[in-house]
């Protein structure tokens, strides 16, 4: 089963902070894991950040959360490990 992936608008802006040659390894991942099978490839998240999920992509992380009822993923924040759960 493929699941349906949405982009907060805000995650454009995260994706030109990242070169290149990360935007493609991270749109790789969305493709072959979140696409696929988001429960089993990612991470959920604690405290404040209850109910959403993280995949980890080398020094990155895609913050996303599930609606399994539509089948639908929603990408919130894409960014540096260091920065990415600030907001």
Known sequence: ???KVVYKKSVQKDLKKI???IQYIIKRA?????????LKFGVPL??????????RVGDYRI???????IV???VI??????????E
């Open 1 to 3: 089963m493929t699941w």
């Open 46 to 55: 604690r405290r404040n950040l209850r109910g959403l999920m993280k995949l």
């Open 63 to 69: 913050i996303y959360s599930i609606n399994s009822e």
């Open 19 to 21: 070169s290149k040659d």
């Open 77 to 86: 924040k894409i960014g540096h490990r260091k920065e990415v759960y600030e």
């Open 72 to 74: 639908t993923i929603y």
């Open 30 to 38: 969305i493709e072959e894991k979140l696409m696929i099978e988001p």
